[in-house]
């Protein structure tokens, strides 16, 4: 089975004005047009059993409506999906509980684009109320383009927050430290949390890929592609391409998230 972890879906007009925005301001051309139609599309052409959509509440007042669509489109497409909430949100405490109604398997933090810190009281509470209801807990560590000069959530603030982040189910994307394998090196890579692999071979060597994925615990690392930012057959290929044996890939292309999820 190979899981894609960590993918994108907008409605239709909202991926036409935010694609190229995206592109803009980070130089990364878009592999997909970010609907759910063509990530299945793609995700049938390349043999992945099954993608997991992760949303993020970007501003208060939207909450609902971006869990509900994530629903909506993970029943219409045959995904799984995440959920996201915001702290300015009156109730993101309900909001998490109501999860398990609308069928979304964990949650989407993004700090960047939500515009708080990770080391923050705030996020804190959500992440322990998160782990309180079971769900796993996804955040983006590293730099990210829509804030390069104010840095939200990094690697060293992961490794402070170790002891709660024991406390769940924790997944930290782009190798722990996006744009900043180094200090990923340093804080996250070789701890018990997971990692996914997603855009490491677009910002990395390989050889520097495969020294991390070989520095961390085989059971905790995760495939992804942060579709649509990275073409999902390349992506497949780049694991297999670094030689890690076939029961490591095995385990990142599918086995791990397989787990993780309760997947049959």
């Excluded at 049938?44 to 909450?63: K, Q």
Aim: glycine fraction near 8%; charged fraction near 25%; charge should be negative.
């Amino acid at each position: 089975m190979i899981i894609d972890f960590h993918t994108h879906i907008f409605p239709e007009k909202l991926a036409a004005r935010t694609l190229p925005w995206i592109k803009e301001i980070s130089g990364v051309q878009y592999q997909l047009k970010g609907t759910g139609e063509d990530l299945r599309r793609s995700m049938d052409a390349c043999g992945i059993d099954l993608c997991v959509t992760m949303p993020i509440v970007t501003r208060a007042g939207t909450m609902r409506k971006i869990n509900d669509y994530a629903a909506e489109q993970a029943k219409k497409w045959g995904f799984l999906s995440f959920g996201s909430v915001h702290p300015d949100e009156p109730d993101w405490r309900g909001e998490l509980r109501r999860f398990r109604e609308l069928g979304l398997r964990g949650l989407k933090l993004h700090n960047d684009y939500q515009k708080f810190y990770f080391d923050s009281r705030e996020c804190r509470q959500i992440i322990e109320a998160a782990f309180e209801e079971g769900l796993p807990v996804l955040v983006h560590p590293g730099i990210d383009p829509v804030s390069p000069d104010v840095h939200y959530c990094t690697s060293k603030m992961l490794k402070d927050a170790m002891p709660l982040l024991r406390q769940g189910t924790f997944i930290a994307t782009h190798l722990g430290g996006h744009m900043r394998l180094e200090e990923a090196m340093e804080y996250v890579i070789g701890s018990d949390i997971y990692l996914d692999v997603s855009m490491a071979r677009v910002y990395y060597a390989p050889e520097a890929c495969k020294k991390a994925i070989l520095n961390h615990d085989p059971d905790k690392l995760l495939f992804g592609t942060d579709s649509p930012w990275d073409n999902q057959a390349g992506a497949i290929q780049a694991i297999r391409d670094m030689e890690l044996g076939e029961e490591l890939t095995e385990k990142i292309l599918g086995g791990n998230a397989q787990r993780l999820l309760g997947l049959s």
